[in-house]
């Protein structure tokens, strides 16, 4: 159990990592358009598991 939520830790801090430095801003700033914008060029560059990974970690966040 304790790893299952090491992980998903690990995986929502990568999340915020990841769109924190392609938009240089914290993502709470971000705008609906910003974020569509973002997962469209995720989806073009990075495997559907990670989008997905991003989504769900960006949830719990945002």
Not at 6 to 11: C, K, T
Not at 16 to 36: E, G, H, M
Not at 41 to 61: C, P, Y
Request: hydrophobic letters at 40%.
């Amino acid at each position: 159990m304790i790893v299952f939520i090491i992980n998903a830790l690990v995986e929502q801090s990568c999340a915020v990592r990841r769109i924190s430095a392609d938009f240089d801003a914290c993502p709470d700033n971000l705008s609906t358009d910003d974020l569509k914008r973002y997962f469209a060029s995720l989806i073009e560059s990075h495997s559907w598991s990670t989008v997905k990974l991003d989504r769900n970690g960006l949830h719990k966040h945002l």
